[in-house]
């Protein structure tokens, strides 16, 4: 694998974050089974499926692995939580520096294309019931400036509203850069889709302030000053190349990946305000 290659995809900093997180490799009493393998090489191979979007079985050579030796430490890092983690110790760092802006958190959501697997379900925007198409849905709750602090997979035929307690409870405690941490914004930005009368109550009792537009009511041009910012934030995570058409069989593989694509996304943000 070319060191160059090797430094964009994980610069030093980063696997900084990700090395102490590592599942530890436990070699068989009895000998025989799967040899330990570069644990950057193989975590640099990850990172480059996500972006590339290239199928596993043609992961280039370069690597000095095989893509099943790949694929398989990238299932048992998945089982270990390595991805969800990692997402966390980066916001960690972002919140210790005080980048994490908790006036308000903004939710939404998009479809891709799913092939297979669990978490799918026919896309509702296909109208052709009969022949509808299979697809998966991403859930992303970011902060007032667009960093992901949670996300979500679904089958495409969940109605939105379903993952907005799930993602705000999935808020993790982040630290701050002083005082205890914080895992509470003061307002929640929705469009009309996640507007009920028990969303509002629910957010209230909770100390937050809803702001959800309300049906034939209110148009949502006042989210729109804010929801171009979750637009941006799912924009990034669609940038990497493998969740733009999901072909993972397992839902949790997926949800792998958008997590790791989310803990990558903040670390820009850290690596910009750290040079």
């Not at 996500?50 to 992961?59: E, F, I, N, P, V």
């Not at 760092?93 to 908790?102: F, N």
């Not at 109208?127 to 991403?138: E, I, P």
Request: hydrophobic share 40%.
């Amino acid at each position: 694998m070319g060191a160059d290659l090797s430094q964009r995809l994980v610069p030093d900093e980063l696997w900084e974050l990700v090395a102490p997180l590592l599942p530890s490799f436990a070699a068989r009493p009895q000998g025989g089974g799967t040899a330990p393998c570069d644990e950057r090489a193989v975590f640099t191979a990850v990172v480059y499926v996500l972006t590339s979007g290239c199928a596993w079985r043609r992961l280039p050579p370069t690597f000095g692995m095989s893509p099943a030796t790949a694929h398989r430490r990238f299932a048992v890092c998945t089982e270990a939580g390595l991805w969800r983690r990692l997402h966390r110790a980066v916001l960690d760092e972002l919140g210790a520096r005080g980048e994490v802006d908790w006036t308000s958190a903004i939710i939404d959501a998009a479809s891709v294309r799913a092939k297979r697997g669990h978490l799918t379900g026919p896309n509702p925007v296909d109208r052709r019931v009969d022949r509808s198409k299979k697809g998966s849905k991403l859930h992303v709750l970011s902060d007032a400036q667009g960093i992901p602090l949670a996300v979500a997979v679904s089958g495409a035929n969940l109605h939105d509203s379903q993952a907005f307690k799930p993602l705000i409870l999935a808020i993790p405690a982040v630290r701050s850069r002083r005082g205890p941490r914080r895992r509470r914004p003061v307002k929640v930005r929705a469009d009309k889709a996640y507007f009920s009368a028990d969303h509002v109550a629910w957010l209230r009792s909770r100390g937050l302030i809803p702001r959800i537009a309300r049906p034939g009511i209110e148009s949502g041009e006042r989210l729109g000053r804010h929801r171009w910012k979750i637009e941006r934030s799912i924009a990034w995570l669609f940038g990497y190349r493998r969740l733009t058409v999901r072909y993972e069989r397992k839902g949790s593989h997926f949800l792998a990946s958008l997590g790791l694509a989310a803990a990558l996304t903040c670390y820009k943000k850290l690596a910009k305000i750290t040079t």
